[in-house]
């Protein structure tokens, strides 16, 4: 049986030639067996030989002429042996069914004579470098061809599905955010709300030819032509660093397209094409997100992001490896750049090399600096820049903090290429124009539902004043509790979320006037010495800091929050219940102290202990608010954590004090009106000290209240006083 | 390519086999010389062969679709492959000796030279079609993806079943043996 074992395949093919075709039973067999074969052109894996009959022919009828003609000389005695087949072939063949042999393209450069190999170590080097040196010099070397000769390749159909592979192994990729090819930078915040959610993702390498060459494909793929011409790359810049062309010639030709560059840096390509890249790549991701929260977008990287991962997280050092130095202690090199006078090589790579060269930086980031430089955008000053030195460029000019020397440049240059950030997109964007008064965004009928819902949720819950946001002040047992009979407080700092309703409901109703005294202004963030470039886009935008105080208001806008709820309220009203509530506003002085105290206890802060630690068994020494605890100090260090929060906490943070309130001392200073009229803030910020959270330090803010970063506000809510009979009668 | 039915009918006979042969030439050459190993030249003989015979037969036969006339194109091919195979055997094994006392046999049994194809010829009776056209197409070295076409069945699948099926037909053909052997 073993050899029935071995020879069942060939015996399977023997038993098809027994079978009776005419049986109806093997009709399908028939069909599919004849079909398979006569659709599809040389389906069948060749067992023993070739297929290529013909063309193995020729080569044969080539090699004995050219046999005869050499040995036995031009012999006409001599009849070549294959000749029969040849008529038979010629005759039934068509000849453009004929398959010509591509040969890839080959060429083989030599350098001069005067050039040593890579590792010797002989005396000659200057030589090899002198072309370059003097292209710098000529300026009529520069060959730019016009956009209407750009020859434009077209793709096979076997191109156009590996392409369409690669991309979806590309956008697979990001929308995992796969370690391996991006890093997450998380600048500040690590709380469990907002975890998971970087404020960018950078890729660790720059952009390399592969990841690019899928782009301009698919720019082919669906014809759209004008931008392939932009984005394109312009390899012929190449042949400028060279005054001797042929010197250049193979790295014109080969660069962007050959798969041994698939690995290098892409270079030589316009602003226009990466930003071109970008847009691309933004609109194919977020074709299969789902999720319309994570909705991202990908977009060159502003230079102090940039400054920020190079230097893994604002450290002081020149380089991102940190030190004074540019070579480690076993003497390697730690980047790619023009190390010493008349010597490229020095540190391995003559032009670009690998994406992958050298060490990463503490973020995982490789070849920050040096290799190519990388562009920014400054968005302080609009311009654009490319930050980082290149190849070209000697040490000094590849520090962190070293002067753009590429600053305005948008034309395609062989040190230029480009390293993308991954940002999720806001929900909605605020273009304001004072002086036309007009807010330029137009909200979405979803957004505009989204909207009212929230707010008739927020209205229902306010009908029921004690069992959500607020609590009577009398509840509190002070002890001339009477003064503050019918007062309500609320638990918690106004939020971003309740605050947005009430902005976008002023869009919906279009009260414009008013809507320009309540806008946050998100751009005061700016005025802080921290990195704080994402809060200006994130913080009151995104959905994950929805339940974060809101900061950056004037006082006139909380009073507008607090009468806007106040009049929705009413409206929603239907059995009376509020006909009580006078107006809601901002506390005054005394009720604010009050509310801080809350059992008057002796103690300098509203929680019970004389520090600011808990001294409970069960969460000794955590800390009780969001503070600063000592110079610099915002948060702790990793794995000693003071208060878990380097800026704002989310409202319901730490523990209530006694009486039920949330952060009343630390996160954000709360705004309260004086009885004179003045408007200031009590119980300090997350950029306060110890000292200054306390319940009765100085408000130095007095009658000179600003909107900044540190400052949100509760509401009060006022009730009329009851009469005393009904008071009884309960 | 594809054919024009009614062109073809209409043609001269040269212009028809030239037609045919640009269409189907190359595959069915590809398959006598890859698959049943026949050498180049006899096997652009046959192909010629069945070419001409088509030609020659196709008025008498009625074509609707093209792929009655594949179908009926590849029975003739197999036909003339299975002569040629017949042929060579019996060159290589020489003459036959046959006793003159026995009756002359019969065209049955000249069918199976090998018994053990009979056998697995019974074995692959018993199942079902889509098997045996993957068993039988796979042998002769269609893709999977080709045979996925024709039997409903993911490719993965029939990857497994592939292997498996050989398995069962082995068995099958023990329990044959061993039956006729009791049977006795």
Not at chain 1, 214 to 227: A, T
Not at chain 2, 51 to 80: D, G, P, R
Request: glycine fraction near 6%.
């Amino acid at each position: 049986m073993e050899n029935k074992a071995i020879n069942m395949d060939d015996m399977l093919r023997e038993a098809f030639l027994d079978l009776d075709f005419n049986h109806p039973k093997n009709e399908q067999l028939l069909f599919a067996s004849s079909n398979a074969l006569l659709t599809k052109k040389h389906f069948i894996k060749p067992i023993n030989g070739s297929n290529l009959g013909g063309i193995k022919l020729i080569v044969l009828i080539i090699i004995t002429s050219v046999f005869s003609i050499s040995i036995i000389g031009l012999n006409d005695q001599v009849e070549p042996r294959y000749q029969a087949n040849v008529v038979s072939f010629e005759e039934f063949v068509n000849e453009e069914e004929v398959v010509v042999a591509k040969l890839p393209k080959m060429s083989l450069y030599s350098f001069n004579n005067q050039v040593t190999p890579l590792n010797s170590r002989g005396p000659k080097k200057a030589n090899y470098f002198a072309p370059i040196i003097q292209a710098e010099k000529k300026e009529e070397l520069k060959i730019y061809r016009p956009k209407e000769l750009v020859e434009i390749p077209e793709l096979s159909p076997d191109d156009v599905l590996l392409n369409e592979k690669r991309k979806k192994k590309l956008i697979k990729d990001l929308l995992k955010f796969e370690k391996t090819r991006f890093s997450e930078i998380n600048s500040s915040v690590d709380n469990s709300e907002i975890k998971g959610l970087p404020f960018f993702s950078i890729w660790k390498t720059e952009l390399s030819n592969f990841e690019y060459k899928i782009f301009l494909n698919d720019l082919l793929i669906n014809q759209r032509r004008e931008s392939y011409i932009n984005a394109r790359t312009h390899d012929e810049i190449w042949l400028e660093l060279s005054a001797d062309t042929s010197f250049m010639k193979p790295m014109e030709e080969m660069y962007s397209s050959h798969p041994a560059y698939y690995e290098y840096p892409v270079v030589n390509i316009s602003r226009e094409g990466a930003q071109l890249f970008c847009d691309w790549l933004t609109s194919e991701v977020n074709k299969s997100v789902k999720n319309k929260e994570k909705l991202i977008r990908i977009r060159i990287p502003t230079d102090k992001e940039w400054e920020y991962v190079a230097s893994s997280g604002k450290k002081r050092q020149p380089y991102p490896w940190g030190g004074d130095f540019v070579r480690n202690s076993k003497g390697n090199y730690l980047a790619n750049f023009y190390p010493v006078k008349g010597n490229y090589v020095a540190d391995g790579a003559f032009f670009t090399t690998k994406v992958l060269s050298y060490f990463p930086n503490e973020f995982g980031v490789y070849n920050i600096v040096g290799n190519v430089a990388e562009m920014v955008d400054y968005p302080h000053s609009g311009e654009i820049g490319a930050k980082g030195g290149s190849w070209k460029d000697s040490a000094a000019y590849i520090k962190i903090y070293a002067e753009d020397i590429n600053l305005g440049i948008s034309e395609p240059k062989p040190t230029i290429g480009f390293r993308p950030v991954i940002v999720y997109q806001k929900e909605i964007q605020f273009n304001v124009d004072d002086e036309k008064d007009e807010v330029s965004i137009v909200l979405t009928e979803e957004q505009i539902a989204a909207n009212n819902k929230r707010k008739a949720k927020k209205m229902s819950e306010l009908l029921n004043l004690v069992k959500h946001d607020f609590l009577p002040m009398s509840m509190s047992k002070l002890e001339d509790s009477e003064v503050f009979k019918g007062v309500y407080i609320q638990k918690t700092e106004v939020s971003n979320i309740d605050y947005k309703t009430f902005l976008f409901d002023l869009i919906i109703q279009k009260r414009m006037d008013e809507f320009h005294i309540a806008k946050p202004n998100q751009e005061l963030w700016r005025s802080l010495a921290i990195p704080n470039e994402p809060y200006v886009e994130f913080y009151f935008f995104h959905s994950a800091y929805d339940h974060f105080p809101v900061v950056n208001i004037t006082a006139q806008g909380a009073e507008l929050y607090g009468k806007w709820l106040l009049e929705e309220a009413k409206k929603v009203d239907q059995k009376n219940k509020l006909s009580h509530l006078k107006r809601l506003r901002l506390p005054n002085e005394v009720e604010w102290t009050a509310a801080a105290t809350a059992l008057g206890q002796h103690s300098p802060y509203p929680w019970k202990e004389k520090g600011v630690r808990n001294q409970e068994k069960k969460h000794r020494g955590k800390a009780l608010a969001n503070f600063k605890t000592g110079r610099g100090d915002y948060m702790g260090v990793a794995g000693n954590l003071n208060d878990n929060a380097d800026i704002i906490a989310p409202i319901r943070s730490y523990w209530p004090n006694n009486f039920g309130l949330y952060n009343m001392a630390g996160n954000v200073a709360e705004m309260i009106q004086y009885k004179d009229g003045d408007y200031g803030c009590k119980g300090g910020g997350w950029n306060s000290n110890a000292e200054q959270i306390k319940i009765n330090a100085i408000d130095t803010t007095k009658g000179y209240l600003k909107p900044g970063p540190t400052i949100g506000f509760r509401l009060v809510g006022e009730y009329i006083p009851e009469s005393s009979t009904t008071i009884k009668e309960k | 390519m594809t054919l024009d039915l009614k062109k073809i009918i209409e043609q001269t006979d040269e212009e028809r086999v030239k037609q045919l042969f640009k269409v189907y030439g190359q595959q069915l050459f590809a398959y006598a010389n890859s698959n049943w190993k026949v050498g180049e030249d006899a096997s652009w003989d046959i192909v010629y062969k069945t070419i001409y015979k088509l030609s020659k037969v196709i008025n008498t036969h009625h074509f609707e679709v093209e792929q009655q006339l594949k179908s009926f194109l590849f029975k003739m091919l197999i036909n003339y492959l299975k002569n040629y195979l017949r042929d060579e055997r019996t060159k290589k094994g020489g003459h036959q000796e046959v006793d003159l006392n026995d009756n002359i046999p019969s065209s049955a049994e000249t069918k199976n030279v090998n018994p053990a194809i009979g056998k697995l010829n019974k074995a692959l009776d018993e199942l079902e079609e889509w098997q045996r056209i993957l068993l039988l197409m796979r042998a002769q070295g269609f893709s999977y993806s080709e045979i996925a076409k024709y039997t409903d069945k993911p490719v993965k699948h029939l990857k497994v079943y592939y292997g498996r099926l050989k398995k069962q037909l082995e068995k099958k053909i023990m329990l044959n043996e061993k039956i006729e052997v009791h049977g006795k």
